[in-house]
T-cell receptor
Framework: GAVVSQHPSWVICKSGTSVKIECRSLDFQATTMFWYRQFPKQSLMLMATSNEGSKATYEQGVEKDKFLINHASLTLSTLTVTSAHPEDSSFYIC??????????????FGPGTRLLVL | AQKITQTQPGMFVQEKEAVTLDCTYD???????LFWYKQPSSGEMIFLIYQGSYDEQNATEGRYSLNFQKARKSANLVISASQLGDSAMYFC???????????FGDGTTLTVKP
């Protein structure tokens, strides 16, 4: 159990367009989902934390209007990169956990989405 | 502030040998969880092992074990009998009570040589 999917796995788009990435927990209900960004050979940078039915909590320095996060149900969260530019090109990974944030709760990660903005 | 330090950017190990990946952490919390994840070149983050701050015994999962030294604030990952498929980037992470989110280290790239 504890499978998280992401779609699409790859996306190439033109500068100025918007891109939506979906994150789904397939066999459990995810109370909390996280969105990360990762550059090559670097660590994961947390962008935001989302709880079902409430507004996402963004990390300092992350533009809320550019990276729109919607956690519509207990199994689905979406990240929309609005008006994407080449500097938004990156690897985006989501993760999900069952509970409400205890230190024992494992985060299960999706396979990631590689975004290339031309 | 919470901080995870992985001092080894890259490590090499011969196939079938054991290897230790270092992780130290800094927190003033009493209750926290420590995790190790593997990230192969495909990019997916794979959960390997978990250690709770109150766990008295070191966690083990198959070939993975966690050498937890609470007083030294270290949580090193030991991989026994390395395999070629173990070549990947490894991240140490920490979760605080009710914080939800994890703090990740910078990662260690492990290369297993045949």
């Amino acid at each position: 159990g504890a499978v998280v999917s992401q779609h699409p796995s790859w996306v190439i788009c033109k500068s100025g367009t918007s891109v939506k990435i979906e994150c789904r927990s397939l066999d459990f209900q995810a109370t909390t989902m996280f969105w990360y960004r990762q550059f090559p050979k670097q660590s994961l940078m947390l962008m935001a934390t989302s709880n079902e039915g409430s507004k996402a909590t963004y990390e300092q320095g992350v533009e809320k209007d550019k990276f729109l996060i919607n956690h519509a149900s207990l199994t689905l969260s979406t990240l929309t990169v609005t008006s994407a530019h080449p500097e938004d090109s990156s690897f985006y990974i989501c993760s999900a956990s069952r509970g409400t944030g205890g230190p024992w709760e494992t985060q299960y990660f999706g396979p990631g989405t590689r975004l290339l903005v031309l | 502030a919470q901080k995870i330090t992985q001092t080894q950017p890259g490590m090499f190990v011969q196939e079938k040998e054991a290897v230790t990946l270092d992780c130290t952490y800094d927190t003033s919390d009493q209750s926290y969880g420590l995790f190790w994840y593997k990230q192969p070149s495909s990019g997916e983050m794979i959960f390997l092992i978990y250690q709770g701050s109150y766990d008295e015994q070191n966690a083990t999962e198959g070939r993975y074990s966690l050498n937890f030294q609470k007083a030294r604030k270290s949580a090193n990952l030991v991989i026994s009998a390395s395999q070629l498929g173990d070549s990947a980037m490894y991240f140490c992470a920490m979760k605080r009570t009710n914080a939800g989110k994890s703090t990740f280290g910078d990662g260690t790239t492990l290369t297993v040589k045949p």
